[in-house]
């Protein structure tokens, strides 16, 4: 995907370890904000996390691609049906995790040449990624950056809104284990964008 063995192994790792805090999050049960760490969000994160850890192993091919992208589309689906009829209030994630499901299946049928995989594609005839998928690149690369800064240095701008109003009076600090469940919930999320970036930019 990358063009890099090393870089490629690294990703994968990277991917298995979001996926596997994706499944304890969920297993969890617990959400502190409306973009990471919501049950659609985890979900999504989970799936699309593990479809391109699939795309860097061997497997990646025949019954299980057309499997993962089978599923992929029903999350996609999914994600379209929440930005209609679900709460207003979580609808920028859904729109924003809807456009990550979209651009995975972009980047695999309209990226690649027919008959080509993600696995061990030669980087060298490689005519480089089209508008769309620079664009989509720049989005996930800065939606990486922006949730990183804002989880770590003001995660209190995050997290949802309690809902009982708080007296006035001096702000307090959000609990700490919200912050720790939103910081970890995070991580998903951020090597999620990490590897959109990676995939987008292997089209072409």
């Given at each position: 995907?990358?063009?890099?063995?090393?870089?490629?192994r690294l990703?994968?790792?990277?991917?298995?370890?979001?996926?596997?805090?994706?499944?304890?999050?969920?297993?969890?049960?617990?959400?502190?904000?409306?973009?990471?760490?919501?049950?659609?969000a985890?979900t999504?994160?989970?799936?699309?996390?593990?479809v391109?850890?699939?795309m860097?192993?061997?497997?990646?091919?025949?019954?299980?691609?057309?499997?993962?992208?089978?599923?992929?589309?029903?999350?996609?689906?999914?994600?379209?049906v929440?930005?209609?009829?679900?709460?207003?209030?979580?609808?920028p994630?859904h729109?924003?995790?809807?456009?990550?499901?979209?651009?995975?299946?972009?980047?695999?049928?309209?990226?690649?040449?027919a008959?080509?995989?993600?696995?061990?594609?030669?980087?060298?005839?490689?005519?480089g990624?089209?508008?769309?998928a620079?664009?989509?690149?720049?989005?996930f690369?800065?939606?990486?950056?922006a949730?990183?800064?804002?989880v770590l240095?003001?995660p209190?701008?995050?997290?949802?809104p309690?809902?009982?109003?708080?007296?006035?009076?001096?702000r307090?600090?959000p609990?700490?284990?919200?912050?720790?469940?939103l910081?970890?919930?995070?991580?998903?999320?951020?090597?999620?964008?990490?590897?959109m970036?990676?995939?987008?930019l292997?089209?072409?």
């Amino acid at each position: 995907m990358t063009g890099s063995p090393v870089l490629d192994r690294l990703l994968l790792v990277a991917l298995l370890v979001a996926a596997a805090v994706s499944s304890h999050q969920l297993l969890r049960g617990r959400s502190v904000d409306r973009y990471v760490t919501g049950r659609s969000a985890e979900t999504g994160h989970l799936v699309m996390n593990l479809v391109m850890a699939l795309m860097l192993t061997a497997w990646w091919t025949g019954i299980v691609r057309v499997g993962a992208l089978a599923v992929l589309g029903a999350l996609a689906l999914s994600f379209a049906v929440l930005l209609v009829r679900g709460p207003a209030a979580a609808r920028p994630a859904h729109l924003f995790h809807l456009v990550a499901a979209a651009a995975m299946l972009y980047a695999e049928f309209a990226g690649h040449p027919a008959g080509t995989d993600m696995v061990g594609m030669d980087m060298s005839g490689h005519a480089g990624p089209g508008a769309v998928a620079w664009l989509l690149a720049v989005l996930f690369a800065l939606d990486a950056v922006a949730t990183s800064l804002i989880v770590l240095l003001a995660p209190h701008l995050a997290l949802a809104p309690t809902p009982v109003p708080v007296p006035a009076g001096p702000r307090t600090a959000p609990p700490r284990a919200d912050v720790r469940t939103l910081r970890i919930g995070t991580v998903p999320h951020v090597v999620m964008d990490v590897g959109m970036v990676a995939m987008l930019l292997a089209t072409g």
